[in-house]
């Protein structure tokens, strides 16, 4: 699974920063290609020399030296990355992390990855157990960071506990896991929509929402990645076309009926996040409405509503809805999960700051139809959308 896959591996100033080497040969082994960076105190542990030898790349420590290339060096690792690997992370790397610092190559090219970044604290007992190391390490785990737990044993300190870098062989075998889960939907077809309809009440202008469609393309863009075949239907939105997504662009409710309707049957699973308008003009004027000194009325008729057209028709397919709501959350999500004969609905209180529309961060509780409800802490909406895409796995398996 490692194969070809690019590795970028992160070694902080820890005692464990020695194993790290191992880690970065066996990812050599494995094929994979692997680009170091070295935190300051690292340094002091490995030379740079020893990774730049194993790894077959240059080794990057310090954000201020001249650069080679043009490239902004760390946004161009962030981007470069299909997994970020942080070996071993300690209670420092692990503090600016769940604090959203950034003062060095290490923390900063981390902030800017979109990739997985998975996490191998090793360190002192004391500090492994310390409450507020805890604490961060739990606000990354619900943010989707993945974190290896250490190893019991005797630590260098000579204390004996947990805090123990776990072994290379582990470590790698995690990293490719990864991958493996990361194929979870291969074979299948997945449709999504994103993005908030337009409706035209004239030449000029149109009834939309606040709809950005990031939470839309996050899903279009994971599922993509676990090896689906995937279909977004988005509205207008200013986001670029997720990689390995086909694309269909549209601009009214009808028009997303039609283009959903036509990707339907052969779809496995299908995922509702568009904010479609609920009701359009019935009227279109063909020219631009021209101020005048009284009011204007304007008479709006219902759209067809798309998702309980999927659900009357429904065969084999796994159907989620969202339920974007301002009051009575659960009461008005349950309603729509059944009326709309649903397996799953994502409902968001989009009044709560953090969640909902154009926020990068979202807060949701998810329901099923046999009752069961799940509350997801706040996280970004890449990290939720790799989170529902596991539930709705689940899902499947559960159907097959
Ligand atoms: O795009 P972002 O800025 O990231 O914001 C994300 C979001 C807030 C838009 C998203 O998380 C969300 O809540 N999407 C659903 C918004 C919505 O229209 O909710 P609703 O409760 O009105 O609709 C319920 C479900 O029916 C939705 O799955 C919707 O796509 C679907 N629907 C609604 C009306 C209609 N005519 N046809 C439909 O298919």
């Known amino acids: 699974m490692l194969t070809g896959k690019k590795v970028v591996v992160g070694v902080s100033g820890g005692i464990a920063a020695y194993k790290a080497v191992e880690v970065v040969s066996r990812l050599k082994k ?24 194993i790894s077959g790349n240059p080794v990057a420590s310090d954000m201020w030296r001249e650069p080679k290339t043009w490239n ?67 606000r990354l785990a619900e943010l989707g960071y993945y974190i290896i737990p250490p190893a019991t044993g005797m630590l260098a300190c000579g204390v004996e506990g947990p ?63 676990r090896g689906a075949t995937v279909v977004l239907v988005s509205g207008p939105s200013g986001l670029s076309q997720p990689e390995n997504v086909l694309l269909k662009k549209v601009e009214t409710a009808a028009e997303m009926r039609q283009a959903v309707l036509a990707e339907y049957d052969d779809a496995d699973i299908v995922i509702k996040a568009a904010a479609v308008a609920d009701y359009r003009p019935s009227v279109v004027s063909e020219q631009k409405i021209k101020k005048n000194d009284g009011t204007i009325t304007l008479v709006l008729e219902k759209t067809s509503d798309i998702l309980a057209e999927l659900g009357r028709e429904k065969t084999h397919q796994i159907l ?41 961060t979202n807060i949701v509780r998810v329901l099923y139809r046999d009752g069961r409800s799940e509350e997801l802490p706040q996280m970004s909406k890449e990290s939720l959308a790799g989170h529902l895409l596991d539930k709705i796995t689940a899902l499947i398996t559960n159907n097959d």
């Open 163 to 225: 805090g123990r870098l776990p072994e290379p062989e582990l470590i790698v075998a995690e990293a490719a896991q990864l991958f493996t889960e990361r194929q979870t939907l291969a074979g299948k077809k997945v449709l999504v929509t994103a993005a908030g309809t337009r409706e035209p009440i004239d030449p000029v202008r149109y009834i939309g929402n606040r709809s950005s469609g990031k939470m839309g393309y996050s899903l279009a863009a994971a599922a993509a990645k």
């Open 72 to 138: 902004v060096e760390h946004i161009a690792m962030a981007n470069w990355a299909d997994l970020f690997l942080i070996v071993p992370a300690t209670a420092n790397i692990i503090g600016k992390m769940a604090s959203g610092i950034a003062d060095d190559m290490l923390s900063t090219t981390v902030m800017a990855t979109k990739s997985p970044v998975m996490l191998a604290p090793a360190m002192n007992t004391n500090m492994y157990t310390n409450p507020v190391v805890s604490a961060n390490l739990s």
């Open 320 to 360: 989620i809805g969202f339920a974007a709501e301002t009051q009575d959350l659960l009461t008005n999500a349950t309603v729509k999960l059944t009326k709309k004969n649903l397996d799953m609905i994502v409902a968001n209180d989009v009044t709560v700051p953090g969640a909902g529309f154009d926020a990068d």
């Open 30 to 53: 494995a094929k994979a290609e692997v680009r170091v960076i070295m935190t300051r105190s690292a340094t002091e542990f490995v030379t740079p020399l020893t990774f730049r030898e």
